[in-house]
């Protein structure tokens, strides 16, 4: 979080230290702080903190707690000026806002969000085969995974190890990446043609009533 420049530098200054190229950093939980942005009376300062701190913090995308409230997060991308955020909301899919600079994420209905880590990297490499089956190619699916989610085994939740074992239980097919990775893939796909945006008329997030549509 990087409010953390404001409250706990040597903490930011630790992880940034001691960072490794294997490591990436991202926001949660709305960005600069904890937050619902879509409940804020008055959002646009908050915004604001998020375009400074992430600024200072030179970070570009973030975990968001907005549910499907487009005119929320329309502003929030273009005022905060980041490059992708990822939301527990649906439809499942990508849609492209800030004039084709953002890149937001929305995976409700994903069966990915709010993944209890008391859970195998087995079952979770199982839980996004299932999921993306029911998808068309490309797809792009973020999982948020919960590391206390009241189970004893799901305190510490999932490490690096494990995302590697994922990787190879799911075979060439698919790739694990950073947000700031696959919002590229995203807005290629988008841009070409290749996927359609969430917000287009013509959308439908499951893949077996699209293609009838398309018949």
Request: negative net charge; charged residues 20%.
């Amino acid at each position: 979080n990087p409010i953390f420049l404001k409250f706990f530098p040597v903490l930011l200054e630790y992880y940034w230290d001691t960072a490794t190229e294997n490591d990436y950093f991202m926001g949660g939980a709305s960005g600069a702080g904890y937050v619902y942005p879509n409940l804020l009376t008055r959002p646009m300062p908050y915004f604001e903190q998020v375009r400074e701190y992430f600024g200072k913090a030179d970070m570009h995308d973030t975990d968001a707690w907005m549910h499907f409230n487009e005119p929320v997060y329309d502003k929030y991308a273009e005022v905060a000026g980041l490059e992708s955020i990822s939301m527990p909301c649906g439809p499942f899919g990508v849609t492209l806002v800030n004039g084709g600079q953002t890149c937001v994420f929305m995976r409700g209905n994903s069966g990915l969000n709010y993944f209890d880590a008391s859970a195998s990297a087995e079952d979770l490499a199982n839980a996004i085969r299932a999921h993306c089956e029911k998808r068309g190619k490309p797809s792009f699916s973020t999982i948020h995974i919960v590391p206390d989610a009241g189970h004893p085994a799901a305190q510490g939740g999932y490490c690096p190890s494990d995302f590697l074992k994922i990787q190879e239980m799911l075979g060439p097919d698919y790739k694990v990446t950073t947000m700031q990775e696959m919002a590229v893939l995203a807005k290629q796909a988008i841009n070409t043609g290749k996927l359609l945006d969430a917000r287009d008329p013509r959308y439908n997030e499951w893949e077996d009533v699209r293609k009838k549509a398309e018949k």
